[in-house]
């Protein structure tokens, strides 16, 4: 058990962004705040799940303090595991770092519980708090009353004005903007469409996406542009598990015309994303097929278990809440490297044309612009 120093600093935050910037207020000042209490002798309480709270971890890993961590473990959880990963994710010190868990039943459905009883605890077992940017009569509001009435020194010095979340992520697509040509140049390819993230990268640590987080001034550093630059820096394309069975990482494609994927770029509220952007990688589909892109299997959950072990990787149901037949989905199985792609079959597909320049910085290859105008 790593020793504690005796005071312990709360910084408080209510909801902020979705995606937030450096230039931020609430970060800059959390920043500021954390680095008051370390030198103050402070251990810093925090915890995951929330931006507001990570982005606390992120501070307190680059400024190499002390720090209690609440986390939600299930029961019978590995919490060394947990902990090892979260130390992974944020670069923490283990010697420096020590661990609250708030056991619930599962970490998906009762993720308001552990909200709810983690900012309490913190609260709690605070020394010192530090608000931020606090929503009049919301939930952290009333904690730091609960904290002013059990004569917890709090310090109003890096308080700045809760301006909530302000920004649009809706993206529509004017079908009548629609670059004319470019059904016609990437006829025979498959595409590979990408979209803002709103966490990590695929591959990518906590500590790396926070880091850039606080650097960014006017640009959300993981937009789908700039995920477009690293796939074509990289020269690969992550796969993903989220959202298909049994966990099985795979890089989507779709046989669809731009034209007509246009139509299903659609804000996914449940999500708090786009289902993908006008950003992407061509690859011709001769070649596709070669290097092992299979068009997927759809059908319904129970026929899952008719088809072969080698073919349930490209099974897609076709949906009870959601029908996905119109993305006429392709797959490939694991990461793909694109030094497997010969210059000829491959092409970059940007939302605009005055973001081709850019991407030619990295990527000499063709750039296709997906709107015709600015």
């Keep these: ?19 937030p910037l450096g230039s931020d207020a609430w970060i800059k000042n959390t920043g500021s705040a954390i680095r008051h209490a370390v030198d103050d002798g402070c251990t810093i309480l925090t915890s995951i799940g929330m931006n507001t709270w990570e982005i606390v971890l992120y501070f307190v890993s680059a400024y190499n303090a002390r720090v209690v961590t609440y986390i939600p473990v299930e029961k019978g959880a590995d919490s060394g595991k947990i902990k090892y990963a979260i130390c992974t994710q944020f670069e923490l010190n283990n010697e420096l770092t020590d661990w609250r868990f708030i056991e619930i039943n599962n970490v998906k459905k009762d993720k308001h519980f552990f909200q709810q009883k983690r900012d309490e605890a913190i609260v709690n077992e605070a020394d010192i708090i530090y608000p931020i940017s606090v929503r009049r009569n919301g939930n952290m509001e009333r904690l730091l009353e609960t904290g002013r009435n059990k004569k917890i020194a709090i310090r109003d010095n890096f308080r700045t004005e809760y301006s909530g979340s302000d920004r649009k992520y809706k993206i529509k697509i004017d079908p009548e903007r629609i670059n004319p040509n470019i059904d016609k140049l990437l006829k ?52 993903s598990s989220r959202h298909y069975r049994k966990n099985v ?16 770029m659609k804000w996914r509220a449940r999500y708090r994303e786009m289902s993908f952007e006008p950003y992407g990688i061509a690859i011709k589909r001769e070649l596709a097929k070669r290097i092992g892109i299979r ?80």
């Design 188 to 239: 025979y390819y498959l595409i590979h469409w990408t979209r803002t993230s709103n966490t990590a990268w695929p591959g990518e640590t906590k500590y790396e996406f926070y880091r850039d987080i606080v650097h960014s001034r006017a640009v959300y550093p993981r937009n789908a542009l700039e995920t477009l630059k690293k796939i074509l820096t990289d020269r690969k394309v992550i796969a």
């Design 295 to 374: 068009r997927v299997i759809y059908g319904h959950a129970k026929e899952f278990h008719n088809l072969k072990v080698e073919e349930r990787p490209y099974f897609q149901s076709t949906g009870t809440k959601g029908f996905w037949l119109p993305e006429n989905e392709y797959r490939f199985i694991g990461d793909l490297d694109l030094n497997l792609i010969p210059a000829e079959s491959l092409a970059a597909i940007a939302r605009r044309p005055d973001e081709i320049a850019a991407i030619k910085q990295i990527y000499d290859g063709q750039v296709i612009s997906f709107l015709s105008g600015l």
């Design 1 to 19: 058990m790593p020793a504690i120093s005796r005071k312990k600093a709360a910084v408080l935050n209510s909801r902020q962004n979705l995606r």
């Design 249 to 264: 990482p795979a890089v989507a494609f779709s046989s669809l015309a731009p034209s007509e994927a246009s139509s299903l």
